[in-house]
């Protein structure tokens, strides 16, 4: 049987995307942290079946877990790509249990994935704000930084080539044409 952590090893508090679950005390691999609770939904009903909010925890297809009530802590446990804790789903008993899948130090907050349903419906429309992807955006954004500075350089040294290039090639033609006039008015004038 799992450790199950006291209520008084985690807190709720403010996050990057607004409120979340954080660690008060160190959770151990394995220990179930809370309880996904609420009232209980059935499908088949109209009424229920039509009840729209974020906080919908879908047990099968007919059974799904109302987690909007105030009391259900466990609500405010956000989403990660790299998640440190998992959903526990019992459809039988009609139960979900959020359970760490690797130690959780005092001051992390409590992740878990929310599927892919989830993540289509709510996350991609805005950007998943998770640790992990926020990382990788970060990546992005330096790496497209160091190219826009290479090809800024790459420009800077053309356009500095070309101006000595055309430098010498000025000067050269204004010979010619001096060249050119002199000759042709010598020759016009050896001609008339």
Partial sequence: MPAIASSKSYRVGRSKTGLGLFATMPIKKGTRIIRYFGPILDSKIPAHDEI????LFE???RWTIDGSVRKNLARYINHSCRPNAESDVRPRERKV??????????GDEINYDYGTDYFKAYLK????????????????????RAEAAKVKARKAKKVVAKGSNKGSKTKAAKKKKLNGRAVAKANGRARA
């Fill in 52 to 55: 729209e909010n974020k906080y």
């Fill in 59 to 61: 047990l099968n297809g």
């Fill in 97 to 106: 249990f959020i359970r760490a899948i690797r130690n959780i130090e005092p």
């Fill in 125 to 144: 429309p805005i950007g998943c704000k998770c640790e992990s992807c926020e990382k990788k955006r970060k990546k992005l954004r330096a790496e497209a």
